[in-house]
């Protein structure tokens, strides 16, 4: 007989139901507390109601969790010293989106060499979240893949929409019923108003084909997230991280209908890609909320333990210890000195404001 189907799949293999890996991995009930008081003060700093800015900082992508829990080690401390003027939550990507080819991310591909052992990516992805939650650490991610958020969307206090997904229906769909406050990026293009439509978009009811805690296929009806955000990250056209880029793109949000305030992406486009000028970047920025700008909620970082960044190869045990294998990142000494600018950056527009009134 004729095949018609899976002319192309060669093979399929059982993935473990999340109900199943959050019984091996549970969230207790003091951690998800601190994920949710996190959640609430996010919120709080998208609608102007906490005046400190937000800070998403850490490696392009995690690829070794070791690394990762050593860098979280020393966030830590950072975040608690600028508590007062900054909430510091760590860049925790697992899925990466690849322009053409190339490695996934640790839930795709843990092991680093092409065996896809997308189970054990899953359980080394919700180890290392249930790590920093228990040490107090909020966690930011990227979900691409529509199936993971069953898996790890409990621990995340932020999550992000890439450029690449944004205009993507199933990923508007997915964020409509996603708990945690989202950032959109802009588009490859840099404009704005790709992403401004996915915030309305996901702030509505859905339904769409997905899975449940089971794992097995389902209706999802959803109410809508009401809390997304603009992230401007640059493009084909250059940055857009002046004073007079975020002041058009605050005006383009009222004049949808939605809070003027957006995050600002020191990386990417906006650094023209060169991991070494996020710093000027983020001195923008800093120099802005310093003058009073209401606009600007918070910044992102690519940072990690080593800067720059090394091919993957074909042998991972030759790999440089905290240095990371996508995008390059600053040095935590470097990561360390923008965030002490960006708080006192606050500090300079809390006494101003003081002043004024």
Same mark, same amino acid.
């Given at each position: 007989m004729?095949? +018609?189907?899976d002319?192309?799949v060669?093979?399929t293999?059982p993935?473990?139901p999340p109900s199943l890996?959050h019984?091996e991995?549970?969230?207790a ?10 959640r !609430?003060r996010?919120?709080a ?5 906490? !005046?400190?800015?937000?800070?998403i &900082?850490?490696p392009?992508s995690?690829?070794d ?5 050593e860098y ?5 401390p950072v975040r608690?010293r600028h508590?007062e003027d900054?909430e510091v ?8 989106p690849?322009t053409t080819v190339?490695w ?6 843990p092991?680093l060499d ?5 189970n054990t990516?899953?359980r080394?992805a ?5 790590h920093?939650a228990?040490?107090?650490l909020p966690?930011? +991610? ?6 993971v958020?069953?898996y790890i969307?409990d621990?995340?206090?932020w999550?992000a929409?890439?450029?690449?997904t944004t205009?993507?229906q +199933?990923?508007?769909?997915m964020?409509s019923g996603?708990?945690?406050p989202?950032?959109?990026k802009?588009?490859?293009d840099?404009?704005?108003a790709?992403a ?6 996901a ?5 769409f084909l ?8 389902s209706?999802v009806?959803? %109410?809508g997230?009401?809390d997304?955000?603009?992230?401007? !990250? ?13 002041t ?10 939605? %809070?003027?305030r957006?995050?600002?992406d ?7 890609k060169?991991?070494r000028?996020?710093?000027? &970047? ?12 209401d ?7 690519e940072?990690?333990?080593v800067a ?16 990371s294998?996508t ?7 470097? +990561?360390?000195?923008?965030l002490?600018?960006?708080s006192?950056?606050?500090r300079?527009?809390?006494?101003r404001?003081a002043v004024? %009134?």
């Open positions: 004729c095949s +018609t189907s002319l192309h060669v093979e293999r993935l473990v890996l019984q991995l549970p969230l009930p003091h951690t998800a507390e601190s994920i949710q008081a996190a !609430r996010i919120q700093i998208l609608r102007g109601e906490d !005046r400190r800015l937000l800070v &900082v850490g392009c995690v690829h969790v070791d690394a990762a829990r979280a080690d020393r966030l830590l608690q508590a900054l939550v760590m860049r925790v990507y697992f899925e990466k690849r190339g996934k991310g640790l839930i795709n591909d092991h092409g065996s896809y052992d997308i990516g899953l080394r919700r180890g290392l979240l249930l920093l228990g040490c107090g966690a930011a +991610t990227e979900l691409l893949d529509p199936v958020p069953q969307a621990l995340i206090s999550t929409i890439g450029a690449r205009e993507s +199933t990923h508007r769909e964020a996603l708990s945690m989202i950032g959109y802009n588009g490859t840099g404009s704005a790709i401004i439509n996915a915030m309305q978009a702030s509505r009811p859905h339904h997905g899975i449940n805690h089971e794992g097995h296929a209706i009806t959803t %109410t997230n009401p997304g955000h603009l992230v401007l !990250r640059g493009g084909k056209q250059g940055p857009n991280y002046s004073p007079e880029a975020v058009a793109a605050a005006r383009q949000l009222e004049a949808a209908g939605l %809070t003027p957006l995050m600002v020191c990386s990417h486009g906006n650094s023209n060169d991991y000028r996020q710093g000027e &970047v983020l001195a923008s920025v800093a120099a802005q909320v310093a003058d009073g700008s606009a600007v909620l918070g910044v992102m970082l940072s990690h333990l720059g960044s090394q091919g993957l190869g074909s042998d991972p045990v030759s790999l440089s210890y905290g240095q294998i995008d390059a990142c600053i040095d935590f000494e470097t +990561t360390e000195a923008l002490d600018q960006l006192a950056a606050v300079g527009s809390r006494s404001q004024l %009134t």
